[in-house]
């Protein structure tokens, strides 16, 4: 690869939740490991799956009855969200020895830009074998790297073709890209979903290929700004930088849960609902900021015939007060709830803006309720999330002291 181009990473970990687990308990080694949540909560489907319980059938997201039918010999091992978490982090280290451009894209997935680090460590492909070996030596976990002169590329290098051969590296360029994609599927193009898959086939667009030769006025005519990157996506091409402070690119925070049976009273969900709320404003004050779309979706409880809604409503004024977004989500749930049972529930706050610039009201005192929303927030990161909490969280449908102890709904 030209060195005066840039080089850019894409470093993912093989089967991350399950490969930590092995590494940590050595008796796994050699066997299908099936890490899932808790089926008596509803949580039970898989989350992770190494590469021998994956070769029986196992899949993510497959409930635990059918893993157990295709793959008898499964280890069912439940989550531990703080190991992985800490695991990444150690991840994150070592890449930040290779270059100060780290950007983390998932749990499980860090972007790098080594452009500059190629006069220290040698080609790209010496780099990725060595950042394998040290990742492999520190933490026990494969890593699998995608190399390419942008983030597309490096994407696509990595879960198209690095995740399938033995050596886990695979680089795409200029040069190659529209060779080595333009027969794949085009939903195997990053970006590209279900969805916009059938929007895709319904015009004959069928492959990367297909996709690439399409004029791009008329990807722009369909679909705006989503055409425009799809189309410079299927072509390999990507302006956007490694950034190694992620945090400002994030322009909402949202929580969703899955209930721990179908809620079918309105009085229950509205415990769910000013528990999310406060936990959704807590996580916006952190980042000092306040927000002023918030958007409530629901999900039915029959898989079969699926019911639910994804609705948004936008407030004059930008808040991180519990309360203000909370009765905000009481009104999308009196207009949009179908009084089908629900079975879970998501919640965010959008459209995110600095809270060091309040607009004044003479009426709902936006200083005091922010200075009262760190109070409580300072109380809870001291002595625990259950150390001030709303009363209504003591009612049998309240979540809050189930969730205490867990990070992403799952064990710490």
Request: glycine share 6%; with cysteine; hydrophobic share 40%.
């Amino acid at each position: 690869m030209d060195k005066k181009k840039r080089v850019i990473f894409l470093v993912d970990m093989e089967s991350f939740y399950a490969s930590v687990e092995i590494a940590s308990n050595p008796e796994l080694v050699g066997k299908p490991v099936v890490v899932c949540g808790d089926p008596e909560k509803r949580h039970g489907i898989t989350l992770a799956a190494n590469p021998l319980a994956k070769k029986a059938g196992v899949k993510t997201a497959m409930p635990l009855w059918e893993v157990k039918s295709v793959c008898p010999q499964a280890q069912f091992v439940r989550p531990h969200m703080g190991k992985y978490i800490e695991a990444s982090l150690q991840i994150t280290e070592i890449l930040y020895e290779f270059t100060d451009q780290v950007e983390p894209f998932s749990i499980d997935e860090q972007f790098m830009d080594v452009t500059a680090s190629q006069s220290l460590f040698g080609s790209p492909q010496h780099m990725a074998k060595m950042i394998q070996k040290r990742i492999w030596d520190e933490v026990g976990v494969r890593a699998r790297v995608g190399i390419g002169e942008n983030k597309i590329q490096a994407k696509m290098a990595c879960d198209r073709f690095a995740k399938k051969n033995l050596e886990g590296i695979f680089e795409l360029n200029s040069t190659n890209y529209m060779k080595k994609t333009a027969s794949l599927a085009v939903d195997e193009l990053f970006g590209v979903g279900s969805r916009m898959k059938r929007n895709l086939y319904k015009i004959g667009i069928y492959t990367i290929g297909d996709l690439a030769k399409r004029p791009l006025e008329e990807m722009k005519k369909r679909w705006g700004v989503n055409g425009h990157i799809l189309w410079l996506s299927a072509h390999g091409i990507d302006y956007s930088p490694v950034k190694n402070d992620s945090t400002e690119l994030q322009k909402g925070v949202g929580n969703s849960i899955t209930l721990p049976r179908d809620y079918i009273y309105k009085e229950d969900i509205q415990v769910v609902l000013l528990e999310l709320a406060d936990e959704v404003c807590r996580r916006v004050r952190a980042l000092h900021k306040r927000g002023r779309t918030i958007s409530l979706s629901f999900r039915g409880a029959d898989f079969n015939h699926p019911t639910g809604f994804h609705r948004q409503t936008t407030i004059p004024f930008a808040t991180s007060d519990t309360i203000e977004v909370y009765q905000a989500s009481l009104q999308l749930l009196e207009h949009f709830w179908d009084r089908q049972p629900v079975r879970s529930i998501g919640l965010s706050l959008d459209q995110l803006e600095d809270d060091r610039e309040i607009q004044l009201d003479l009426f709902s005192h936006p200083i005091k309720k922010l200075q009262l929303g760190k109070t409580m927030d300072e109380i809870r990161e001291r002595y625990g999330k259950t150390a001030i909490f709303r009363a209504s969280s003591l009612l049998s449908s309240g979540l809050l002291f189930d969730r205490a102890t867990k990070i992403g709904g799952h064990e710490a």
